[in-house]
């Protein structure tokens, strides 16, 4: 059950006034939008973290991989807690802690980085891997791809390995705007299953579907989550 609390008046309809605070050339709003659902579901009704305590050795740990469109990111950040809604003007300015890209160094409740698509997923296997290691078994590692992204190969090393090793405490969440080149015979989720995932489909912008999903976590195997969203326009 997610810890966080929304900064009061600030819920769900407030995303969307919140990223149009965001200004620039560099919003990539399509990429944005495409995962405002799967983050404020996550973040509501997912995920424990503490905006008081982002560095909770326990706490989950939620990686952006596809980082290039922040927008949505930021404004849950924002709406709860993590944030103050007054650096959202500053996006992308010189001193600003929002960059274009988020930064786990500058920005509180990011945990990675992101830059070239396909990190996020090996990361997300080493940070549970480790956690792992350190006998930490309640944590939960939580990555968000995009489904063009699964077109790098290091994302389906990871794919193999989380599921021979059944690390159970990993979720991927692949937002789904059809923008894979290429696609998979079969499907999205049928590439996670066939190495061992717990796999669902879902409609992207369903909370209850999302949540559901989300929620059937099993302890020998990794889940993957596929959130069908509406095409990217071209």
């Known amino acids: 059950m997610t810890i966080t609390a929304p900064r009061a008046g600030f819920g769900y309809a407030d995303l969307r006034p919140l990223m149009s605070e965001l200004t620039g050339d560099e919003k990539h709003s399509a990429a944005a939008t495409s995962t405002l659902d799967v983050l404020w579901v996550l973040y509501d009704q997912i995920l424990s973290v503490d905006p008081r305590r982002p560095d909770d050795p326990d706490r989950d740990r939620f990686l952006l991989s596809k980082g290039h469109g922040p927008m949505a990111f930021y404004a849950v950040l924002t709406a709860k807690g993590f944030l103050d809604p007054a ?3 500053r996006f992308g300015e010189f001193d600003s802690r929002l960059g274009f890209h988020p930064d786990r160094v500058l920005a509180p409740g990011v945990e990675i980085g992101s830059g070239s698509l396909g990190h996020g997923l090996p990361l997300g296997l080493g940070v549970a891997l480790g956690l792992r290691a350190q006998g930490r078994t309640r944590p939960r590692v939580v990555v968000l791809v995009g489904d063009a992204e699964l077109d790098e190969g290091s994302n389906h090393e990871a794919i ?5 090793w059944g690390l159970g405490r990993l979720t991927t969440v692949v937002v789904d705007n059809s923008s894979s080149s ?5 499907g999205i989720a049928d590439r996670f299953a066939r190495e061992g995932w717990a796999a669902h489909t879902v409609d992207g912008r369903d909370h209850a579907a999302l949540r559901e ?9 990794p889940l993957a989550v596929v959130a ?3 095409p990217k326009e071209l």
């Open 213 to 221: 999903a989300l929620a059937d976590t099993h302890h020998d195997r």
């Open 87 to 89: 650096e959202l003007a």
């Open 160 to 164: 193999q390995v989380a599921g021979r």
């Open 182 to 186: 290429t696609g998979w015979p079969g």
């Open 228 to 230: 069908q969203v509406e």
